[in-house]
């Protein structure tokens, strides 16, 4: 049994370019070559306009030429010879075929015996014999220019001349032509590779800067020469490289905090679970039932500290990842929304509400994830039984602002500039429940719509913190 043959697909084998191989050229190669063909393009047609005007010139000069000399025959005296009288012109056409043709019984030219014999035929024989007023042809045998008067009683006078001085001009002309239309394309040439090296140097440092960056992932910037488009381009690649150290350092940054952060509560974990397990040894002291309770819920917090730290580290990459589709969002649901999760863990802490209906194009999740974590705020530091304030309603200038006012103790002066910095705490922060991130993950959602967050002084002398956002009344 025969194994089948493979099937190999030519157009896969080489993935730098398509199956007619146009992706192999450079594109300094493409560009000398556009520019070379375009000269020799523009080359071409002046060449052959040149070539046909002068052609048509030099064919239009014999003619006239001829034209005038034959008028001026015709109309020339006769001349005596030793055996006839002959047209005087014959004395005086030594650069021409000249000839008078006549016609009666039988068809007769004479010509200077010194001369050669014109060319005639049926045209010339019309002519003679009246029935044309003139004729003008180039006999193919002689590859000569022909032309017929009538001198009247069955006469003409015929004239030829040679095509071939007016061909070698021609011949010349064509090969001057082509030898400046030849050094035209060398020189387009040239020139094309000239201004293909000097104007794809920049993409020459891009790319040596893209291949540093993939190889190195080093991000400095390359730098920025003249003021045109390839000018424009290096802007912009370096505005991305500075994103993306900028996106490197956030990270760095991130991970460095997170880790910090993290260190508390697993150091914590481990001391109560070391605790534990020594305590269950054999021959250990035993642990009361009130240690016991205590290190239980010691690591239930940790736990819960360390689910929501990880939440919202979650959160926060989730909200870094690019978002294509968006939808509309109105306001007054994703508050109240989030509202309704805030009540089930307040307590007796009351809501006053007063929401104006606004409109946007958004992430309703990350909205209703930015209003939650304002409420929960506001909800930590207020006491029992006291009113958190939350208002929308628009400004004027095509926003609208969410503000949420707590009764706490409110923000330190040297705390309003950092309360929205990832993982800093207060000092009356520290010791309630949180990871320091909620307010972050505010900011960066309010700034991924175009908006901001603010923090500050209510009158009742809690903290404000105001959510704007752009948008249209609904």
């Known amino acids: 049994m025969t194994e089948p043959v493979p099937v190999v697909d030519v157009s896969e084998k080489d993935p730098r370019g398509d199956r007619w191989g ?17 000269v020799a393009g523009a080359v071409a047609l002046v060449s052959l306009g040149a ?8 064919y ?3 003619d006239d030429n001829l034209l005038a000399r034959a008028q001026a025959a015709v109309e020339s005296p006769q001349v005596q010879t030793e055996l006839q009288q002959v047209p005087g012109a014959f ?5 021409l075929q000249i000839g008078q043709l006549t016609v009666g019984e039988k ?22 014999s009246g029935d044309k007023a003139f004729s003008l042809r180039t006999d193919p045998r002689t590859d000569s220019r022909v032309v017929a008067l009538p001198q009247g009683d069955g006469q003409a006078m015929v004239l030829a001349q040679s095509l071939g001085p007016t061909k070698r001009t021609l011949n010349e002309l064509s090969v001057v032509l082509f030898l400046i239309g030849g050094a035209g394309i060398l020189v387009a040439a040239a020139a094309g590779t000239a ?10 440092r891009l790319t040596s800067a893209a291949e540093r960056v993939a190889t190195t992932g080093d991000l400095r910037p390359i730098p920025v020469s003249g003021d045109d488009e390839l000018a424009r381009l290096t802007q912009s690649f370096n505005t991305m490289l500075g994103t993306v150290a900028e996106s490197q350092e956030r990270q760095r940054q991130l991970v460095a905090d997170a880790g910090h952060e993290l260190r508390t509560p697993l150091t914590s974990l481990r001391t109560n679970l070391e605790l534990l397990l020594s305590a269950s040894r054999p021959g250990a002291r035993t642990l009361s039932d009130e240690d016991r309770s205590d290190i239980e819920a010691d690591i239930r917090g940790q736990l819960d500290e ?4 990880i939440g919202d580290l979650v959160e926060l990459a989730r909200q870094d990842e690019p978002r294509i589709e968006h939808e509309r969002v109105e306001m007054v649901d994703v ?33 209703e994830r930015a209003v939650l974590n304002l409420l929960d705020n506001a909800v930590k530091f207020s006491p029992e039984g006291s009113t958190v304030g939350v208002r929308l309603y628009p400004v004027g200038d095509g926003t609208a602002v969410l503000e949420v006012e707590d009764s706490g103790p409110g923000i330190a002066d040297e705390d309003l500039p950092k309360v929205f910095d990832r993982f800093y705490r207060s000092s009356e922060a520290r010791t309630l429940p949180g990871s320091g991130l909620g307010l972050a993950i505010v900011q960066h959602a309010a700034q991924r719509h175009g908006g901001d967050v603010y923090a500050g002084r209510a009158s009742t002398g809690g903290a404000l913190m105001t959510l704007r956002l752009p948008g249209a009344p609904a």
């Open 22 to 38: 146009t992706r192999r050229f450079s594109l300094r190669g493409r560009v000398t070559l556009l520019a070379a063909a375009s």
């Open 51 to 58: 070539y046909l005007v002068v052609r048509d010139n030099l």
């Open 60 to 62: 239009q000069q014999v």
């Open 91 to 95: 004395l005086a056409s030594a650069d």
């Open 107 to 128: 068809v007769r030219l004479t010509y200077p015996q010194s001369g050669s014999r014109p060319p005639y035929g049926e045209d010339e024989i019309a002519v003679a």
């Open 195 to 204: 201004v293909a090296r000097a104007g794809l140097r920049p993409v020459d």
């Open 306 to 309: 360390l689910t929501q730290l």
């Open 335 to 367: 508050v109240e929304r989030a509202l309704d999760r805030a009540r089930r863990r307040a307590g007796e802490i009351e809501f006053d509400v007063s929401l104006q209906p606004w409109v946007l194009t958004g992430d309703t999740s990350a909205l």
